[in-house]
């Protein structure tokens, strides 16, 4: 891998983001004074030892729940948000699963006739989409002051947790996330109000599979949405409009540390690759939107529910 581009490093100075002016500087740690040294590239690596709460024991966590899933889920061999549903998946147990704690398997990891080609606690692509509601340890891990103190230093005055998701990126399994922009299924009007947090609970590196991002692609708008359908008592998924040709010279990647935390701007352009290797990529994920003066779209597929209204994350 000669030729390929340096990893991002986070320079050592403090930041913050504030949402809707379309900048991202950098932060260490979880409060400091604002700087704008850093240039607007739409993601901003946090590299502190495990910070929101996350403790090394929940890779761990992740596994234990991939193995013993509890008599009240079933799993479904259903694709990420960054895939569409094909006909065969099972797009209802998707689409409802915006307030439940959901399985969801990788690609290939079953024979013609239904039986796991490798170890069940080996073929779970992630975990969604509502840990951060019903699951003690990761609704501890959102709501914790850490992360509470990172979303008032970035100018959040309302922010709600809109879905959260533990990926495995599973060695030598781990599937491809194509490039995509997470706007385009957490869709807001106005643009500029949805935030990623990525905590990474194992090292990532190019091997196995970390994140990819197109620089200051996250001021070019959003030409693709994923939104439900309805065809007389089925509902569906479609895509709306599409990509542009995205310069795949352009990509960069974001090689993290085992406790890093990296804030995803809803419209940064971002991807992560196969995972090769013979090592996992755990992450704890999860999106926070500002509700305050903000438009969820009710085209989204994701959408609160009775049971589960999108929680405030100040407590």
């Known amino acids: 891998h000669h030729d390929r581009p340096e990893p991002l490093t986070a320079p050592e100075v403090p930041g913050g983001w504030i949402p809707g002016a379309g900048r991202i500087l950098v932060c260490r740690g979880v409060c400091g004074p604002a700087t704008e040294d850093w240039p607007d590239s739409g993601r901003d690596g946090c590299p502190s030892p495990l910070p929101c709460g996350i403790s090394s024991s929940h890779p761990q966590q992740g596994r234990r729940a991939a193995e013993n899933p509890g008599p009240a889920v079933t799993p479904c061999r259903c694709l990420s948000p960054s895939d569409t549903p094909s006909p065969q998946d099972n797009t209802e147990y998707f689409l409802s699963s915006g307030d439940k704690i959901r399985f969801f398997f990788e690609k290939g990891v079953f024979d013609e006739k239904g039986n796991f080609l490798v170890p069940p606690e080996k073929s779970i692509n992630k975990i969604g989409h509502a840990l951060h509601a019903h699951d003690p ?140 290797s013979d090592h996992s990529r755990h992450v704890y994920t999860f999106h926070l939107m500002e509700a305050s003066g903000t438009v969820w779209s009710p085209e989204n597929w994701l959408q609160p529910t009775a049971e589960l209204p999108f929680p405030p994350l100040y407590t």
């Open 137 to 276: 340890v990761f609704k501890g891990a959102t709501h914790s002051s850490k992360v509470q103190a990172v979303a008032r230093s970035l100018g959040f005055h309302r922010p709600v947790v809109v879905q959260s998701m533990y990926i495995f990126k599973q060695p030598r399994i781990g599937g491809k996330v194509p490039a995509h922009q997470d706007a385009t299924f957490l869709y807001t009007e106005p643009l500029g109000r949805l935030l990623g947090l990525w905590i990474a609970l194992e090292d990532t590196t190019v091997e196995n599979g970390c994140l990819w991002f197109i620089p200051g692609s996250h001021t070019s708008g959003v030409s693709r949405r994923m939104v439900r359908t309805t065809a007389g008592s089925m509902t569906g998924i479609s895509i709306r409009g599409s990509d542009p040709a995205w310069d795949n010279s352009l990509y960069v990647p974001t090689e993290v540390g085992r406790g890093s935390l990296v804030l995803i701007h809803g419209e940064v352009v971002h991807k992560s690759e196969q995972n090769l």
